[in-house]
């Protein structure tokens, strides 16, 4: 009885099934970059790689938020290691931050979080279109030139514990300096975008959510003020539905200065 029970949840556990968005912006904006096309389109496999390592059945999604269509050959080699790959090149609504930020290349720093937030937005559409999202039991979502470290063990989210929740390193203001954000927007903290995930249940409210900070940005950046993606989820997200996780297992290249560091 004590061998079935345990042979029965073995195979519960092997059942789980995760999909990962990657977002990606391979073609380098005219500033905000350390690195250039080709090595960020390296960094890119990359992070494809380092998920196929961590967890081989995954479904992987690439969403790509460049300015123009990416070479034959970066696309064929993304379309062979991955299960879902959407340019987002003839969006209109990116076009149309891609022509703002040219006028004003200065506000890139807060703009990138309107770039990759409409990239999610069209990944968060496909999955909800295609039902995607009912083959899976969590989402998540990895920035692009990030990958998978030895400390991310995929076990850590094959749990029932989990269901209906988010996991986000999640980081509260304790010093000064942050006056701007605590005071004139209401935020007094922010979440680790670079890697995160969000139990499939929630993938229409997670969509919703990130049409109401894409808006919320747009509108800040519109006033000449400033936020990004991370503060703007601290700022809409259900925290009882968060999950705080420090050590996420995900190693940053950071793209103005090319630095990495361990998230």
Not at 91 to 107: A, F, G, K, R, V
Not at 127 to 132: A, E, Y
């Amino acid at each position: 009885m004590t061998k079935k029970l345990f042979q029965s949840t073995t195979q519960f556990i092997m059942d789980y099934k995760f999909l990962f968005i990657v977002t990606s912006a391979i073609i380098p904006f005219k500033v905000g970059s350390a690195n250039n096309q080709q090595e960020r389109y390296e960094q890119t496999i990359k992070t494809i790689s380092s998920i196929r390592e961590k967890d081989p059945g995954s479904i992987i999604l690439l969403v790509e938020s460049s300015q123009y269509q990416l070479p034959k050959e970066y696309r064929k080699e993304i379309i062979q290691k991955t299960d879902f790959f959407v340019e987002c090149y003839e969006d209109e609504i990116l076009q149309n931050i891609y022509s703002n930020l040219n006028s004003n290349p200065n506000s890139f720093d807060f703009g990138k979080s309107l770039l990759e937030s409409r990239g999610m937005i069209i990944a968060f559409e496909k999955i909800l279109r295609d039902k995607i999202y009912q083959k899976v039991h969590r989402i998540f979502k990895i920035s692009g030139r990030y990958f998978l470290n030895d400390t991310f063990d995929i076990k850590d989210y094959q749990t029932r514990c989990l269901y209906d929740f988010y996991v986000f390193n999640v980081c509260k203001y304790n010093d000064n300096g942050y006056e701007y954000f605590r005071d004139l927007i209401g935020v007094d903290g922010q979440l680790v975008t670079g890697l995160w995930s969000f139990c499939s249940s929630l993938m229409e409210e997670t969509y919703e959510l990130y049409q109401r900070a894409f808006s919320y940005i747009d509108w800040i950046l519109s006033i000449n003020n400033c936020i990004d993606i991370e503060r703007c989820l601290y700022k809409f997200i259900d925290m009882k539905k968060v999950i705080h996780m420090q050590n996420l297992g995900c190693t940053q290249i950071h793209g103005p200065n090319g630095e990495v560091n361990n998230l």
